[in-house]
């Protein structure tokens, strides 16, 4: 069964920076894609950022230029490098993952880490 455990969260002040990070209990190389979602107070799921397993990148509005998306293979994790960050970047933060085997699609997500942007 895969797990993914995110870690990094916490309050930071406007302007401020976070990395965050999803440990995966197996290699990061049997998922299609990885990515991040965030869910605020009150409001929806919504995709932040994603990679692929051919490294390709791509970001939602709200995160383009301020955010990266990176991995480690050797450590199955992949990281969330967020700076300039704004109070309406607080939210809880989710890791999550697709497989792809003989055709059939399985996502999996951890349990998220706080992320509070406040002075």
């Known amino acids: 069964q895969v797990q993914l455990v995110e870690s990094g969260g916490g309050l930071v002040q406007p302007g401020g920076s976070l990395r965050l990070s999803c440990a995966a209990s197996g290699s990061i190389f049997s998922f299609n894609a990885m990515g991040w979602y965030r869910q605020a107070p009150g409001k929806q799921r919504e995709w932040v950022a994603a990679?692929?397993?051919?490294?390709?990148?791509n970001y939602a509005d709200s995160a383009k230029g301020r955010f990266t998306i990176s991995r480690d293979y050797s450590k199955s994790t992949v990281y969330l490098q967020m700076n300039s960050l704004k109070p309406e970047d607080t939210a809880v933060y989710y890791c999550n993952a697709d497989q792809v085997r003989l055709g059939v699609l399985k996502t999996y997500w951890g349990p998220g880490t706080q992320v509070t942007v406040s002075s």
């Open positions: 990679i692929t397993l051919g490294g390709s990148t």
